[in-house]
């Protein structure tokens, strides 16, 4: 079955240490993005891509870095400049960045600063 | 800007009954699209429901509907006959063209069923 597949699932990750947030899909989609959500609160994009090679920031990308060399893989790098990364991030891709093509979630990868 | 306003942070209701999740959203653009998540418990983000700026009718999708007000900028997602397992938060999200595709969200309402 196609879907979208993050991992790891659970990171802890000490102070000063980046860490990257694996995001794989096999629905032949063009466009993905990364979101991270805060307990109690909405969805807010980090970065987007729409292409290959391509990619912009979203509303938080500062501490965050991305690359996009496959169209099947868009990992997120969260640095030792993000503040506070203690986050629940979701990856999400859809067919084309335009009208009601859905974005499809992954699972998530729930991260941890000790 | 656009922006989603969710103005219900929690929200009870008794199994078999309907209840209606409120959204409001801003935008400038003629042409943008409405969709409903469900966030379960477990984090997954599920698609319930869209909604085009320029479609006449109401959006359906089983016991979900759409009663889109475009003149209040409303979308607001009504479910029917509610279960236990519809609880879960509930997002609702826009995009605007031109944007990647990029989804906009809400801040989400906590739908709690009775049995």
């Known amino acids: 079955d196609g879907g979208i597949t993050q991992s790891p699932k659970y990171l802890f990750r000490k102070e000063g240490q980046n860490v990257t947030l694996s995001c794989e899909q096999n629905?032949?989609?063009?466009?993905m993005y990364w979101y991270r959500q805060d307990p109690g609160q909405g969805l807010r994009l980090i970065y987007y891509?729409?292409?290959?090679?391509?990619?912009q920031k979203g509303d938080i990308a500062e501490g965050y870095s991305v690359s996009r060399e496959k169209k099947e893989s868009f990992p997120l790098t969260v640095t030792s400049a993000q503040k506070n990364p203690t986050a629940f991030y979701l990856c999400?891709?859809?067919?084309?960045?335009?009208?009601?093509?859905?974005?499809?979630f992954g699972a998530g990868s729930r991260l941890t600063v000790l | 800007a656009q922006k989603i306003t969710q103005t219900q942070p929690g929200m009870f209701v008794q199994e078999k009954e309907a209840v209606t999740l409120d959204c409001t959203y801003d935008?400038?653009?003629?042409?943008?699209?409405l969709f409903w998540y469900k966030q379960p418990s477990s984090g997954e983000m599920i698609f319930l429901i869209y909604?085009?700026?320029?479609?006449?009718q109401n959006a359906t999708e089983g016991r979900y509907s759409l009663n889109f007000q475009k003149a209040r900028k409303s979308a607001n997602l009504v479910i029917s006959a509610s279960q236990l397992g519809d609880s879960a938060m509930y997002f609702c999200?826009?995009?605007?063209?031109?944007?990647?595709?990029?989804?906009?969200f809400g801040q989400g309402t906590e739908l709690s069923v009775k049995p």
């Open positions: 935008t400038s653009d003629q042409s943008y699209g």
């Open positions: 891509s729409q292409i290959v090679n391509d990619f």
């Open positions: 999400a891709s859809s067919l084309s960045g335009a009208g009601a093509n859905v974005l499809t």
């Open positions: 909604q085009g700026s320029y479609d006449e």
């Open positions: 629905l032949n989609h063009d466009a």
């Open positions: 999200a826009m995009r605007e063209p031109y944007q990647g595709g990029k989804l906009i």
